[in-house]
């Protein structure tokens, strides 16, 4: 009987994992990230077209970008653009939407409130609160120092 060591059982781990292509994977990740930020940069141009101010078209294709995003990921199709693209998949805006509705929609079935609304708010809860304070210290810094 083989008597198991680290270095067998390294070995063994090894031989069972599955072998990535990190090249691959870099490709993709940068190729949907640049994609999604090109698609986000269309709805500024297209805003901007009919008559948007700048500010506020960046603002609505963030929003457009959101609801896009909430939507696939309710129709399941956001998910499997994550498993192929990866961290392509995960930049800001997207990424943050896609981590907001995704367990609201696991726990829907334990009701509004301890489910949907609580469970939405895992990921979201310290983003939320973490971009409000550093917000208001800029925002202090700058009405103090000037800007």
């Given amino acids: ?3 198991i060591t680290k270095h067998n059982y390294k070995q063994y781990v ?3 994992s599955p072998k990535s292509s990190h090249f691959k994977n870099l490709f993709w990740a940068f190729t949907v990230g640049g994609a999604i930020c090109c698609v986000g940069q269309a709805f500024i141009e297209l805003y901007t077209y ?6 506020l078209a960046s603002a609505l294709a963030s929003a457009t970008l959101v609801l896009i995003t909430a939507l696939l990921t309710g129709f399941g199709v956001y998910d499997k653009l994550g498993r192929f693209a990866g961290a392509g998949s995960t930049i800001p805006i997207t990424g943050f939407s896609n981590a907001v509705v995704s367990p609201a929609l696991e726990f829907r079935s334990e009701g509004y409130i301890y489910g949907l609304g609580a469970k939405m708010f895992l990921i979201a809860g310290p983003v939320i609160v973490n971009g409000v304070l550093f917000s208001t210290i800029i925002a202090f ?3 103090i120092f000037g800007g």
Avoid: A, R, S
Avoid at 50 to 55: A, D, F, H, L, Y
């Fill in 1 to 3: 009987m083989n008597k």
């Fill in 14 to 16: 090894y031989e069972m």
């Fill in 50 to 55: 009919v008559g948007v101010e700048k500010q």
């Fill in 141 to 143: 810094i700058t009405m």
